[in-house]
């Protein structure tokens, strides 16, 4: 397996460009190590032709990607008036290292089971209960890329819905992964939508209701902030009376998009 590691040899053939972004290590997944070469870059090599050390920004990206994607939050309304909101369980191995002893030696809480009305959902080590999304290929746009992660996420084709989504991207910064998330809301029929979607991996589908949404991000159970937490509050920012103002201008500069009656099919 390739150790993403940089070494002196990884800058001996490249020549010092500012603004230039380069590739220069993939792993044994679909990470890639990329540099950005930079006056503003906090880390420094000496570069092919040059004796001294130059700044540089190392990040990491997903091989092939273009750094966009996002998150759906899906939602049908029940015949008692509520909304119901789809999300997936999903498996995700980087919270194996935030165990329960981890949890433990750095005192604080990790629950693992979403507490519903009807039950719970066990997520054991690794579960995360997350809306639709993904990264988006390389030949689509924001909007038909959501749309396409959300329906083979839910195991959904040929509906009409309403979609709300926001073209203004919302960054992870701090880390030293590309990325820039877009969020959206979208209606779908009323249905049955709970199931186990076999074409992406075997996810479940659960429906939970907006106090249940808001009960476990308070308590911790569902946490994850790239897949949920900020479609979430993208979601509570359009039901919101006291944000009304900022929603409405955002609106007219279109940067939020409303769609009614979108026919999706596969």
């Known amino acids: 397996m390739a150790i993403l590691k940089l070494e002196p040899g990884h800058f001996q053939n490249l020549e010092y460009w500012p603004g230039e972004m380069v590739s220069v290590m993939e792993s044994a997944y679909r990470f890639e190590v990329s540099i950005g070469m930079s006056p503003m870059g906090r880390q420094r090599a000496v570069f092919a032709g040059s004796a001294d050390p130059q700044p540089y920004f190392e990040f990491v990206q997903t091989i092939g990607s273009t750094g966009l994607g996002g998150s759906m939050v899906p939602y049908f309304v ?85 979609l709300t989504w ?47 949404i808001d009960h476990n991000i308070a308590i911790g159970a569902i946490s994850s902030g790239q897949a949920v937490i900020t479609a979430w509050n993208f979601y509570k920012m359009l039901n919101d009376p006291l944000r009304e103002p900022p929603v409405t201008e955002a609106r007219k500069r279109g940067c939020i998009i409303d769609e009614v009656r979108v026919h999706v099919v596969p």
Request: charged fraction near 30%; include cysteine; charge should be negative.
């Open 78 to 162: 029940e015949h008692d008036g509520r909304r119901r909101f789809l999300m997936i369980l999903e498996q995700r191995g980087p919270l194996l290292f935030y165990s329960d002893e981890h949890a433990r030696t750095f005192d604080y809480v990790r629950p693992r089971r979403v507490e519903l009305e009807r039950g719970v959902i066990d997520l054991s080590e690794a579960g995360s209960l997350e809306f639709p999304g993904g990264g988006f290929r390389r030949d689509e746009g924001i909007r038909s890329g959501k749309l396409r992660e959300a329906f083979e996420e839910l195991g959904i084709s040929d509906v009409v819905v309403d």
């Open 166 to 212: 926001s073209k203004t991207p919302v960054y992870p910064m701090g880390s030293d992964m590309v990325a820039a998330n877009f969020c959206g809301v979208m209606r779908l029929p009323d249905g049955d939508y709970e199931r186990f979607v076999h074409n992406d991996g075997g996810l479940q589908v659960y429906a939970l209701t907006e106090a249940e």
